[in-house]
Structure formats: C-alpha cells, structure tokens
C-alpha cells in the first residue's frame, strides 16, 4: 500500500510517497507560497526533478491537486494513477489529551483537532487545512490523523503534571505534552531492533537533537517523560529557544527593558538558545567552527548544550532505574561527533562508554558505543514520514 505523507503548514506543504511495507521513498517535494504565487518542487529517483517552478495555488486544494498531478504524470510519475494511493496521512502537532495514537478521521477527529487550536495556534489551523484540502481533490481516500503528542500520552501524572493550581490543569489543559513523539517512537522502535530486543523489554534515552531538541524517556515501548512541556519551548537549549529557565527572569527583564509577554516570549523562542548565548548562530555547524577557531562563547554554547542533554540523561535513567540503550537522532544528533562526545563524557558511572573511532560517522545507523560499553550508544537516523506512513497505513488495516 502507498501512502501520501502531508504536513501542511499555513502557506506550505510538504509530501512523501511512500511504501511503508519495503520502507520504500517513491517520491517527495514541496509546494511553497500558497496563496501567493505557488511554488513547485518535485523529486523522484529516475525522474525529471522540478525545482520551485510557478504553478498556481490559491489555495491547499491546488496546491494538494498539483502533487497529485505530478505523481501519476506520464512521464515523470511514479504511480500510474491515483488508485495506486492508498491513504493518507497527516501529520497533525497537537492532539491534546484527546489521542494517544494515529486515528481515521472523521468529523469528531476533526472537531477534537480544533478543539486544540488554542495550545497549537500556528500549527493545528494549517493541519486541518492540509486535511481538508486533500478530503476535497480526494473523495473516498482514508485520511488519518498522526500527532506529534500522541506517544507522550502514556506518560504517568508525576511526570506530566505541573506544580500549579490545579484548576489551571482541570480547566485550562495545562499540562507536559511533548512534542517531537513520531521521531522518538520511530528510533525507539529501531533501537529495539538493533538491539534484538522486544520494545517491551528496553528502557532507552531517545535524544532527538537538532534546531528543535527534545530528550525522552521510553520504558517499554512507551513514553513515560520527556524534555518539552506544555510548549516546545521546555528542556534544553535549541538553536533559538531559550530551553529550562526561571521564570522569575520574565518579569526581572520586562521590568527592566519595558517589554511586554510577546516581545518577551519572541526573545525565548527567535533569539535565545545557542544563537543567544554565543552571539554566532543557531546552526550548530556555524558553532563548530567559531569553536575552532578559537570562539568562546561558541565554544560554551556547545558546552551549554551538551550538559543539558546530560543532564536529562542521568535524570531519565534514575526515573526507569535503568537504561539499556542511549540514542542520538535528528540533525546535530545524527552529524555532530563533538556534541556526541560531550554529551557521553562523565557517564561511564551509569555504563556509557562511547567509541571514538565508532563516533566518527554522520547519518549512519550505528553502534558507536565501545565493546564492552554496559550501555550501548546507538545513532538512528529518524525518519518521521516513514513512521507516520506506517501508522498510517496500520490504522487503514484495522
């Protein structure tokens, strides 16, 4: 069964195709400034690769119909017609405390989806667009709805409950929710297999580490903490989120620079981070070098980074009394040795016992852990789409 990958955002889309049984990519792409003047891009093994070329989008529905088009083209497609598609799905942000796995949509998904508007107010109206739009130029096609905060569902209250008044939980949803659940689920489920092990039978430490970074805790296949809270803003630092603070900074710097919640919370979130702390940048490769050549405050930004991560590595095995495995994933957690090693570095107490030479490897699934290593390290490259795509076409089957 192919399955056609959609994460809309609100002028944007982005599409796979995919066979989740041979975990087969057939084709991928983006359509960008929708609603503009619509932008093309088209890409498949063999085939005519279109690059950002014009083709009007008024809105999602051409811009679903433009992918459509592409994949069963005579020439340049990749599926002979649409029957060759059998479902769809959605990456959806937020799916509150509503769902703890992918589901079929219907009308009452739908409502539950807007429903969550409120805690994913850029993300969850650009989803149920994306869904709508593909409802209109796919009649009859199964949609399903793959959230981002599903796997973290499973976690016990002690871990995603906050200590506030409990009426701002019981009547404002204030809660942990996680975010980054399809990458973790699917490097979770990879770990196991690399470890030839049932997920039921592993504790493992999931560092999904990029521009967005968040650390979790999976004890048996399932979530029971995780880095980010009640936005994503929560746990260690990222390219320009500020991470864990005090809040009682909030108030101490609106105070003293007259700014208000939204300028403060644009600081946290756009110019904070690594890129606030080094003065450089976000991206990580931009810090390596400042670092090397002789950049301090790059250099302890790096530092700043990898000790946090550290940090909720220790603290995560205490919480499962135990770790079997510790995964690097994303964009600095699958390309990043040095952050890696940093982060590996004083954990031989708890059995983490990194190989150098196996550390020097970019996007390979890999032990890198040493021989020996009690705990093993794994690099998982994550793979969001394939996952949504075999949730997908779980749920279908059912």
């Excluded at 809270?229 to 260690?236: S, W």
């Excluded at 450089?280 to 250099?299: H, I």
Aim: net charge negative; aromatic share 6%.
């Amino acid at each position: 069964m192919n399955i056609l990958v959609i994460n809309a955002g609100s002028s944007s889309l982005k599409y796979q195709l995919l066979d989740p049984a041979g975990g087969v990519l057939l084709a991928k792409g983006l359509c960008e400034r929708i609603g503009i003047d619509g932008k093309f891009t088209y890409k498949a093994e063999g085939k005519n690769t279109l690059d950002a070329i014009d083709i009007p989008m008024p809105t999602h529905s051409e811009a679903i119909q433009a992918v459509l088009d592409a994949l069963a083209d005579k020439d340049n497609g990749v599926i002979s017609s649409m029957s060759e598609i059998g479902a769809v799905g959605h990456r959806v942000v937020h799916g509150g405390e509503a769902f703890n796995q992918s589901v079929l949509i219907d009308d009452a998904v739908l409502k539950a989806i807007e429903d969550c508007i409120p805690l994913a107010p850029l993300h969850n109206p650009a989803n149920l667009t994306g869904i709508r739009a593909c409802q209109k130029v796919m009649p009859g096609v199964p949609m399903v709805a793959v959230f981002d905060t599903a796997f973290h569902q499973t976690m016990p209250p002690q871990a995603y409950m906050y200590a506030l008044p409990y009426a701002w939980y019981e009547e404002d949803k204030v809660r942990r929710y996680g975010f980054h659940g399809t990458s973790h689920k699917y490097v979770a489920g990879r770990a196991a297999a690399m470890l030839g092990k049932d997920p039921g039978e592993v504790k493992l430490i999931s560092c999904h580490l990029g521009n967005g970074s968040s650390i979790t805790a999976v004890d048996g296949g399932k979530s029971v903490d995780t880095s980010m809270g009640f936005t994503p803003l929560a746990g260690v630092p990222m390219g320009t989120r500020s991470g864990d603070l005090d809040a009682g900074i909030l108030q101490y710097e609106m105070n003293k620079r007259g700014m208000g919640i939204d300028e403060m919370l644009s600081a946290l979130n756009k110019k904070s981070g690594v890129e606030g702390l080094s003065c450089v940048s976000s991206d990580f490769r931009d810090l390596e070098n400042a670092a090397g050549k002789g950049d301090q405050k790059a250099a302890l930004a790096q530092k700043k980074f990898a000790y946090e991560v550290k940090k909720y590595v220790g603290a995560y095995a205490a919480a499962m009394g135990g770790v079997d495995a510790v995964i690097f994933t994303a964009g600095v957690g699958e390309n990043d040795k040095a952050i890696r090693a940093m982060v590996c570095e004083g954990l031989e107490y708890m059995g983490v016992k990194l190989d150098a030479e196996a550390n020097n490897v970019r996007g390979k699934e890999s032990v890198i852990s040493a021989p020996g290593s009690k705990v093993k390290v794994l690099l998982i490259p994550t793979n969001e789409e394939l996952m949504i795509a075999m949730d997908t076409a779980e749920i279908v089957k059912k």
